[in-house]
């Protein structure tokens, strides 16, 4: 992360580690251990290894597992928000108001994304209606992140963190809004598109 000379600035690759390291703690490790089943009693679990278990029963538990890890990923989305918030509120301290939109997106393409990623947002468009897209063109976060078969499913579980840190600070700005975005390999790295829709009050 970029900092000012006042500021206490720390290692672009080390945050970048940190990062893979909540996204694996939140949805892999010990983060989300909480929000997992509990266990079946033994007689329970020796029912369900009998024969006679259905196509159903492993249907049953695959919507069980997405709607797990839906829940885990919505605990990272809150936890980017919440960084979102506070870092945006130091960046613009002693900044004057920001009066549109507008504005205040283009604040995160360049003061926002220089203090987090040392670098400006690549491409911003939007449809002057409320949707905005922000695109990076080669998205550091994901940088450990091989595009390939064997990690599919897993690219994904990277850009939670930081849709969550895009909503939380455009919320504070003054723009509510809805985060989601769209992944796009490049030779070794990512593309990533943010789609910033604003909840119209």
């Given amino acids: 992360m970029h900092a000012t000379s006042d500021q206490t600035s720390v290692s672009e690759s080390a945050l970048t580690f940190l990062h893979a ?23 329970v679990a020796a029912h369900h290894s009998a024969p006679s278990t259905m196509p159903q029963d492993a249907t049953a538990s695959e919507n069980q597992d997405l709607a797990i890890l839906a829940a885990k990923r919505k605990r990272l989305d809150a936890l980017g928000n919440q960084v979102g918030t506070r870092l945006v509120e130091r960046l613009a301290l002693h900044r004057s108001r920001l009066e549109n939109h507008l504005d205040m997106v ?24 409320g949707l905005y897209v922000l695109t990076d063109n080669e998205f550091r976060w994901l940088s450990s992140v091989s595009p390939t078969p064997q990690h599919s499913g897993l690219p994904e579980d990277f850009v939670v963190f930081p849709c969550g840190l895009i909503c939380g600070a455009l919320t504070t700005l003054g723009l509510p809004c809805r985060v989601t975005a769209e992944l796009v390999p490049v030779q070794s790295a990512y593309k990533c598109s943010f789609n910033v829709q604003m909840i119209q009050n």
């Fill in 21 to 43: 390291q909540i996204v694996d703690y939140h949805l892999r490790g010990h983060g989300g251990h909480c929000l997992d089943p509990p266990e079946s009693p033994p007689e």
């Fill in 106 to 129: 283009k604040f995160i393409c360049k003061d926002f994304w220089e203090a987090v990623f040392n670098k400006h947002i690549d491409v911003l468009r939007t449809n002057h209606r």
